[in-house]
């Protein structure tokens, strides 16, 4: 059966006419929603530990994190390969996003792309979070599919209305394809987020670098540097990851767990106790940092702390669970710690 009314390209309304012909709780989806991805994309840009190496902010680690017991894991590592390429893309996508919505520009586009970038954060940033709503994603995820049907309903009424018996519809609807406005606006977007993204990125100060990240285990020490043990033949088999040695008492140092690659933190207790645990916080996968003074494990994210010297338990802020433990030992014969998985 042939369509009712001519079958049309409508006209995109300018910016003040997309907000007008909406009703008030899209208008606050839309503002909320857009106002934050533009928020996010610049906030990431400003960050000047986002794309720095071995901070707790380095978007590689976060994504490394993230692929922790995410059912989406399978697909992150590509991104982990290109970390400053996955960075950078995700931020200017976010502000790209935010920028539509609010213009108007692609709604329907929008929010797809927006209800997409929520959807993958939900299953891999914030799959852990416990109980569910305390993490942001899925939150946002739904708030998108909202907007988007919420656009969805407007669309299907325009369409509603007869080309004959409205002038206000005739006018809105043009048999133009793809229109100088249509491209100007594309190139609104693509300028805006250039230069949002450039302005954050030229406020972005100076990287704390290593200072609040765990150091790595030094190399073994040289000869005639320390005592050496009596034997040097192994005689616990595992892969080695630290020397005693370089591990003060009530020190850590950060290493990746051979086993699966897993950020982790190596505690010495005492002289002779050693404890290993993903670094993996239990909350929302944040990577935790050893502090020295309290000799705790402390989340940045969300303030979560951890024991090392009672199994990693949880002993502040909302982590459910202990962090991960990494079996370790110490081999007598030679004073290396090593991973005995
Ligand atoms: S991720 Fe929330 S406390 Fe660690």
């Not at 927006?114 to 109980?131: C, D, E, I, K, Q």
């Not at 599919?145 to 005739?170: D, N």
């Not at 595992?238 to 051979?258: E, H, R």
Request: glycine share 10%; net charge positive.
């Amino acid at each position: 059966m042939p369509p009712p009314y001519p079958s049309v390209r409508r006209v995109p309304p300018n910016v003040a006419a997309s907000w007008l012909r909406q009703s008030w709780p899209l208008r606050i989806l839309r503002g909320f929603l857009g106002a934050t991805f533009v928020y996010a994309g610049m906030q990431k840009l400003a960050d000047p530990n986002f794309l720095h190496p071995g901070t707790p902010d380095f978007i590689g680690s976060q994504l490394q994190a993230f692929a922790q017991g995410s059912p989406i894991h399978a697909f992150l590592p590509p991104f982990g390969h290109l970390p400053a390429l996955t960075g950078v893309g995700i931020a200017l996508l976010e502000m790209a996003i935010g920028l539509a919505t609010l213009l108007g520009i692609a709604p329907m586009l929008s929010a797809a792309l927006g209800f997409a970038v929520n959807l993958v954060l939900f299953l891999s940033a914030t799959w852990h979070v416990h109980p569910y709503f305390l993490g942001s994603d899925s939150m946002y995820a739904i708030g998108w599919a909202a907007y988007f049907a919420g656009l969805v309903e407007i669309e299907r009424t325009v369409r509603a209305v007869p080309v004959q018996g409205s002038r206000r519809r005739r006018a809105a609807l043009q048999d133009e394809g793809f229109g100088r406005r249509e491209f100007l606006r594309g190139a609104v977007v693509g300028v805006g987020t250039i230069v949002l993204g450039g302005s954050a990125s030229a406020l972005a100060g100076t990287s704390t670098g290593n200072r609040t990240a765990l150091p790595r285990p030094a190399p073994s020490a040289q000869p005639g540097s320390s005592p050496k043990p009596a034997s040097s033949t192994p005689i616990v088999h595992g892969t080695p990851i630290a020397t005693l040695d370089n591990v003060p008492v009530g020190g850590a140092v950060g290493f990746n767990d051979p086993a699966d690659g897993t950020p982790s933190v190596l505690v010495r207790l005492s002289d002779t106790r050693v404890a290993a645990f993903s670094r993996v916080c239990t909350h929302a996968g944040c990577l935790v940092q050893y502090d020295q003074s309290s000799r705790i494990l402390v989340c940045p994210c969300h303030g979560a702390e951890f024991d090392p010297s009672r199994q990693a338990e949880p002993i502040a802020g909302p982590a459910p669970t202990a962090l991960h433990p990494v079996p370790v030992a110490v081999d007598p014969a030679t004073g290396k710690v090593v991973a005995t998985d």
